[in-house]
């Protein structure tokens, strides 16, 4: 048995589930002891919920904190969750961009993402499309996708508005 407790801070450097991606677990902890585990990571509106077990102390408003993030844990998920703007890029690159013997699909035609579930483990990548992929074009996208993942491009994250990032 253990109490769920909730923590709110000015910032951050866990991140909240959303968008199909799996939250960050660690620890938030303030000299002298305090220490909470933190289990789950929320959004609630504009705010980042911090939820999990107190190990030890008690925190208080306007107390000092530091967060450690399960890095460990994080990679794999950053990894996945990579891949599926890689897939997504090899979808539009094989089934819209890419001429076919049949031609290219109609104007307005698009594979759109329609979800995703990025964990530890697994990524998901769920889209929609007019019909159902050939065996060519599975083949194809497979293939281009290995063939991203053999570049090895580097990766950055950085910071940027919502419009610049899409």
């Not at 960050?24 to 909470?36: C, H, L, N, R, W």
């Not at 891949?83 to 013997?101: D, F, I, S």
């Not at 530890?120 to 194809?140: H, I, M, V, Y």
Request: one cysteine or more.
């Amino acid at each position: 048995f253990f109490i769920v407790n909730r923590v709110l801070l000015d910032k951050t450097s866990f991140y909240a589930e959303q968008g199909g991606q799996i939250f960050d677990v660690g620890t938030i902890a303030k000299a002298g002891g305090a220490s909470v585990k933190i289990t789950n990571v929320q959004l609630y509106g504009s705010f980042v919920l911090h939820l999990g077990e107190v190990v030890e102390g008690t925190l208080s408003v306007g107390d000092s904190v530091s967060c450690s993030v399960d890095y460990v844990r994080r990679h794999p998920i950053t990894a996945n969750h990579t891949m599926t703007h890689v897939l997504n890029y090899a979808l539009r690159t094989v089934l819209v961009t890419r001429p076919t013997a049949e031609g290219k699909p109609p104007a307005g035609i698009d594979v759109d993402q329609k979800g995703s579930l990025v964990d530890e483990f697994k990524s998901r990548f769920d889209f929609s499309w007019n019909g159902q992929l050939t065996p060519q074009q599975l083949a194809d996208v497979e293939d281009l996708v290995r063939e991203q993942i053999s570049q090895e491009i580097p990766v950055d994250a950085f910071v940027a508005p919502l419009a610049d990032a899409e």
